[in-house]
């Protein structure tokens, strides 16, 4: 059973600083992996799809990579912002139709 | 072009009431999923439809869980004789293809039983 792991946490970081999120998963027979946004009662917002044949994903300030045979993840945000605060979530697809989720990491960033 | 969406947005029901939660995806859709999500936890899948198709059903979490998609649209999440634990957030997701493609979430319905 795929078994998915966030770190940190939590993060709490001054504006301007660019960030790491790290994401582990257990199982790497994946066929791809997504990284979401989840604002306070809301639903996800999908952010990056990487699929397994692929390094690394972009869009505007965000990078996603994909390491398979370690089981890894990584987002990276440049230059954060407040706006980013938000619960960001990472979701590897192994039968292609069903995500395992993370339980996240909590960023604020402030002002 | 719309999003997922699902009615109602919140509920509260009573232990022992039954519930049906509403899906709606984006038009044109093919897969439609099932999701529970606990209170500061990731969410956990429930079920998948391929169309009218139920292909996986292997995290609803009890007999009294029971999802359908009959027309391969608009799908219905239903709990029977609801109890505590199923307080959760129900989220709906969908996407275009029938294998490994993006999904997309809708804003989910808060479920509290009291």
């Known amino acids: 059973k795929q078994e998915v792991t966030q770190i940190p946490a939590a993060l709490s970081v001054p504006e301007g600083e660019n960030l790491v999120l790290n994401c582990s998963f257990t199982d790497s027979a994946i066929y791809n992996l997504q990284w979401f946004r989840q604002d306070p009662g809301k639903g996800l917002t999908s952010l990056l799809l990487?699929?397994?044949?692929?390094r690394e994903q972009t869009s505007g300030r965000l990078n996603a990579s994909l390491d398979k045979s370690s089981g890894r993840s990584t987002l990276y945000i440049a230059a954060s912002q407040p706006g980013d605060s938000a619960t960001y979530l990472c979701a590897p697809d192994n039968a292609g139709n069903m995500l395992t989720f993370g339980g996240g990491t909590r960023l604020m960033v402030k002002p | 072009g719309a999003g997922v969406s699902q009615s109602p947005r919140y509920k509260v029901a009573k232990r022992g009431q039954d519930v049906a939660l509403r899906c709606d995806p984006i038009s044109g859709h093919v897969s439609l999923f099932w999701y529970q999500q606990a209170l500061g936890q990731g969410p956990e899948f429930l079920t998948y439809?391929?169309?009218?198709?139920?292909?996986?059903k292997s995290g609803l979490p009890s007999d009294r869980f029971f999802a359908e998609r009959p027309e391969g649209s608009v799908s219905t999440l239903k709990i029977q004789r609801t109890q505590q634990e199923d307080s959760a957030v129900y989220l709906c997701?969908?996407?275009?293809?029938?294998?490994?493609?993006?999904?997309?979430f809708g804003p989910g319905t808060r479920l509290t039983v009291t």
């Open positions: 990487i699929q397994s044949s692929q």
């Open positions: 439809f391929q169309n009218e198709a139920q292909l996986d």
């Open positions: 997701a969908s996407s275009s293809g029938t294998s490994g493609s993006e999904q997309y």
